[in-house]
């Protein structure tokens, strides 16, 4: 049939395409294969006629098969139409299809040689990269070897330099030491014959003077011309005013009379800056202080006239005019009251620093104070008893007021709550408050502060007993807290302290002494301070070896340097154990009167090596405690008072190895013997505090030791040493030159006669008149 067909008439084969007959035929036999039905003839027919109704437009190749029958594929494909109706002329390539897939074949030809060429050249383009990163690779590296021939030499040739000028450098060094050394000689050998010329020259004119001849047309030191010739004035001046600035007031004077040179070095305004008359303030008068402030007024920065009990209207007068006066402490001035204060206060208008404690001042110097300094940043009226309420509300309204940072009311007892609501109300700026010796202070008062005063950072309350947990727990919210000082309180509790180390982390002082509510828990929570420097748990008694043992776990161990547990009579050896292994900066401890502390505790002591201070008074420290802590070189102030167990031995091994030992109290030490101060006075020279009280075995032979080996002791303490004699004072006398405070209480075989000696070479003889014999023969 294919066969016929491809030789049918095109034209005919064209009628048959036009008129869809392949289609038709597509229709009728999908039809047929899919329905099969019993009478094939009926069924085409009928489908011809349905054809012939809807027209050739509707036709498709599933027209006669039902809808529910219809297959998703057709079931005849077009090739095998194609194959019966032998339609492949139309698919025979014309002339026109093979230029074009002959053009396309060239193209692919072209790409093909093209991409060829490319990845060769490429190729060769990497291998002479390739090449070319190997010669620069092979210069750098010959380069480098070049550099490590040359850096060796040259190393080489640096260590044969530095040789050469070590070599040059001894030599040098060595010639400059024979010649330092023959200055120093040829200084020491002229001094020497001076020394001798000069003493001779005074020896003649002694034996002169004896005869009553006249020498006042003479050179004394056989040059008249006044220099100075000391080695203080040939230092550069600022090294001599530096020199003076470590002497009182009175030795500037004296030194200002000595020569020329001296006195033009004390009209430094560096040494007038600052006055202090605290230390002479019983020779201090009105002609003086005049004379003085009026010399100095021009550079007074700093004046301090504590106790200065014998100045007057022109003094006050005089220290008005010192315009540029920033820091004045009139504290226990008997002299001061509300008029000099005001001429003082209107005349000193940039003080920053004004302490006027202990004074007889009412309300009108506090309005006075208000008024003019209006840039007083620290005030201090403890123990002023005379202002009232109202003097609070006069410096609350002031000038004063935003810029007031330190204000003391220690022992103010006549302020109520309402003067505390006064001074919240105005001064909100306040960082520092004392309320010490204060047992009228009640929460009130100290709630009112805390309400208004947010930039609180150190408070104080020493002696303080009726506050409880409710203004601690206020104080609580300053985050800026550093300081809190508590004594002799026993209403607070754990609960507030444990809000304070939780609230406050920049706690760096912490003072809880003599709060008997205090336990374990208190120092559980302060452990969390990271920045803890001193606790002082003294007399808290119900503190044990747990509490200490949450301090040294928590993170404030690290920087602690300071802990006082004295009194606190449930710490034992454990504690000691838990401090010897985390406070390794620790500086100061005190464990007084801690009985149940044994040796064993103590000798862990010795081995922080950081303690430089240590109060062991009233511990069950013995020999062998007392030469384990002589294993810490660093100890410089030691305390053993009533310590019974410990003997000479003891503490002649402790001397021994503590030879920079500076303070050392052995008091009521009852078996210590001279044999002991023996040791102590030869081992440890730069003794400069000793307290021996109620050693009495200690005779006159000790004190002899002493005297002619300590040379640097200022404090000596004697009280109840019996044996000790007036032989004893005239060792002290003509050996501790430097002596500044003696105590002798019931001394019995001291006579009135030698204290008295004793006094006028010591500044300060403590005795009582009534243990001293009389001894005529003296």
């Keep these: 049939m294919a066969g016929g067909l491809k030789e049918l008439d095109p034209n005919l084969r064209k009628y048959l395409r036009v008129n869809k007959l392949p289609d038709v035929y597509e229709a009728l036999l999908s039809g047929l294969a899919v329905i099969c039905p019993a009478d094939p003839l009926e069924f085409i027919l009928n489908s011809l006629s349905r054809l012939d109704d809807l027209g050739l437009d509707a036709l498709s190749w599933d027209m006669f098969i039902p809808t529910n029958m219809r297959p998703v594929i057709k079931v005849i494909s077009d090739s ?3 194959y019966i109706f032998n339609f492949d002329e139309y698919l025979m390539p014309t002339p026109e299809m093979y230029h074009t897939a002959y053009g396309q074949y060239n193209t692919k030809l ?14 060769e383009m990497k291998k002479v990269q390739d090449t070319e990163n190997k010669l620069h690779l092979a210069e750098y590296q010959y380069y480098s070897q070049k550099l490590q021939v040359h850096l060796r030499h040259w190393k080489a040739w640096v260590r044969y330099r530095k040789g050469r000028q070590a070599m040059a450098f001894q030599k040098i060094q060595r010639v400059f030491h024979i010649a330092v050394g023959r200055v120093i000689f040829d200084a020491w050998y002229n001094h020497t014959l001076d020394a001798k010329r000069q003493r001779e020259y005074f020896e003649l004119n002694l034996t002169r003077l004896e005869r009553g ?5 003479e050179d004394i030191f056989g040059q008249g011309t006044g220099e100075a010739r000391d080695s203080i004035s040939m230092l550069p001046r600022k090294v001599a005013v530096k020199i003076f600035t470590y002497v009182d007031i009175t030795d500037i004077a004296n030194c200002a009379c000595v020569c020329r040179s001296w006195k033009v070095i004390t009209q430094a305004s560096l040494l007038w800056s600052k006055l202090d008359f605290y230390e002479v303030k019983r020779r201090v008068t009105d002609q003086v202080a005049t004379r003085l402030l009026y010399k100095a007024r021009p550079y007074l920065l700093h004046l301090n006239l504590r106790a200065a009990k014998h100045i007057s209207q022109p003094t006050f007068t005089s220290v008005s005019e010192c315009r540029n006066l920033q820091d004045l402490n009139l504290s226990e001035c008997s002299a001061l009251d509300d008029e000099m204060l005001t001429v003082l206060v209107k005349g000193c208008l940039i003080l920053l620093y004004l302490n006027v404690s202990h004074t007889k001042l009412t309300d009108a110097s506090l309005r006075s104070i208000a ?7 620290y005030l201090s009226l403890a123990f002023c008893a005379k202002f009232s309420d109202r003097g609070m509300m006069y410096l609350a309204s002031g000038k004063c007021n935003k810029k007031l940072e330190y204000l003391d009311l220690s022992g103010c007892l006549q302020l109520t709550p309402e003067g505390f609501r006064n001074l919240a109300n105005g001064c909100t700026n306040l960082k520092t408050m004392l309320f010490n010796e204060f047992p009228t202070l009640n929460d009130d008062c100290v709630v009112t502060l805390a309400d208004k005063c947010p930039k609180i950072n150190a408070v104080s309350f020493l002696g303080s007993p009726l506050l409880t947990d409710e203004p601690f727990k206020k104080i609580a919210n300053y985050k800026n807290l550093t300081t809190i000082k508590i004594d002799g309180n026993h209403r607070i ?11 406050c982390p920049n706690l760096e002082h912490v003072y809880l ?9 208190t120092l559980k929570s302060i452990s969390a301070c990271r920045n803890l420097i001193v606790l002082n748990l003294a007399d808290c008694v119900r503190i044990s070896d747990t509490g200490v043992r949450y301090m040294a776990e928590g993170p404030c161990a690290f920087k602690l340097r300071e802990l006082n547990l004295t009194n606190c009579v449930r710490v034992g050896d454990l504690a000691m154990v838990n401090i010897h292994k985390r406070c390794h900066h620790l500086v100061y ?24 201070s240590l109060d062991l008074s009233g511990c069950n420290c013995g020999d ?6 002589g294993n810490n070189i660093r100890l410089r102030d030691v305390c053993l008072s009533d310590c019974a167990g410990i003997t000479d031995l003891g503490l002649q091994k402790f001397a021994q190895q503590c030879r920079e030992i500076q303070r050392l109290d052995i008091s009521h030490c009852v078996h210590i013997t001279d044999g002991a101060i023996k040791n102590l006075a030869f081992c440890c020279r730069m003794l400069s505090f000793l307290n021996i009280s109620g050693c009495k075995l200690v005779t006159d032979m000790g004190i002899q030791y002493l005297s002619g080996v300590c040379y640097y002791l200022l404090q000596l303490d004697i009280s109840g040493c019996t044996l000790v004699s007036d032989k004893g004072m005239r060792y002290l006398r003509k050996g501790c030159k430097k002596l500044k405070n003696l105590t002798c209480y019931y001394c019995k075989n001291v006579t009135k006669l030698a204290v008295y000696k004793m006094s006028k070479c010591v500044e300060k003889v403590n005795y009582s008149a009534e243990d001293f014999p009389v001894n005529n023969g003296y």
């Design 513 to 521: 002494t003599d709060c008997s509510r205090l336990t374990d828990a």
């Design 493 to 503: 509790s754990d609960a507030s302290t444990k809000l304070i180390g939780k609230l």
């Design 213 to 217: 001849e006249n020498m006042e047309e």
């Design 110 to 123: 072209k790409k093909m040689s093209f991409n060829a060429w490319m990845q060769y050249h490429l190729k």
């Design 80 to 82: 095998n139409l194609d």
């Design 371 to 377: 008024k003019y300094c209006s840039n007083v940043q």
């Design 624 to 629: 062998q405690g007392l030469a384990a802590l």
């Design 589 to 612: 401890l005190s464990v007084c009167f801690c009985e149940n502390i044994s040796e064993a505790g103590i000798e862990l002591l010795g081995q922080i090596h950081s303690l430089t």
